[in-house]
Structure formats: structure tokens, C-alpha cells
């Protein structure tokens, strides 16, 4: 059975390293930015309805990446080891990483 990993880690030099890292040992997936929540909600803490002007900014934090890599059930294992290893156990990458599993697949994914 296929698995769906998502790893979401704070966009950073070492995030970066994280990627080549798994591109080097032969996984692939996709990537994309993303932002969490309290980056793009008002802190508006019950004063009001107005919207942060820091939220309208343009050079915010940059936030976040997401990788998804879908996998075969028995290579997971050694796929959350590696990624546990590069961020030394979300260490020095803030993040996270869950599993979804995949009822179908199609493609050359």
C-alpha cells in the first residue's frame, strides 16, 4: 500500500540542505511554500475587527515549506528515520511530519 508523507519545516538554509539531502538519497516529492495561521491572522487580541498592517506586508517571515512524497508502506520507515535525522529531531528545523495512507494511485508518481 502507498503512503502520503507530509513533513512541514520552517523554511530555512537547513531546510534547504533537508531537500537535497532526500533528492541525493533517491526520494522525490513535491514542495510548496506555505504559511501558518498565525502568520496571516490579525492579532487583533478582542480589540476590534481591524486588520495588522503587518499582515498586508509583503516582506513577512517567509514561513514554511510542505513535502509530500508518497511511498511504499515498507520504505516509510526508513524515510521518517532520514528526515528525523536531518532535523535532528525537529531540532534545528522546526516542523513536523504526519502520514496519510492512499486507498488509490495513478500516474508516475
Known amino acids: 500500500m502507498k503512503q502520503l508523507l507530509f513533513c512541514i519545516l520552517d523554511n530555512n538554509p537547513k ?29 487583533i487580541h478582542g480589540h476590534g475587527t481591524a486588520i495588522s498592517l503587518s499582515s498586508m506586508v509583503d516582506d513577512l517571515p517567509e514561513g514554511n ?23 535532528n529531531r525537529f531540532e534545528d528545523i522546526p516542523g513536523g511530519m504526519f502520514v496519510l495512507p492512499l486507498s488509490s494511485v495513478e500516474g508516475n508518481l
Open 15 to 43: 531546510a534547504a540542505h533537508l531537500l537535497r539531502s532526500l533528492s541525493k538519497d533517491g526520494y522525490n516529492g513535491t514542495v510548496m511554500n506555505t504559511v501558518g495561521m498565525h502568520h496571516v491572522l490579525p492579532d
Open 65 to 87: 515549506i510542505t513535502l509530500f512524497i508518497i511511498i511504499d508502506e515498507d520504505k516509510l520507515g526508513g524515510l521518517k528515520e532520514r528526515i528525523r535525522e536531518l532535523t
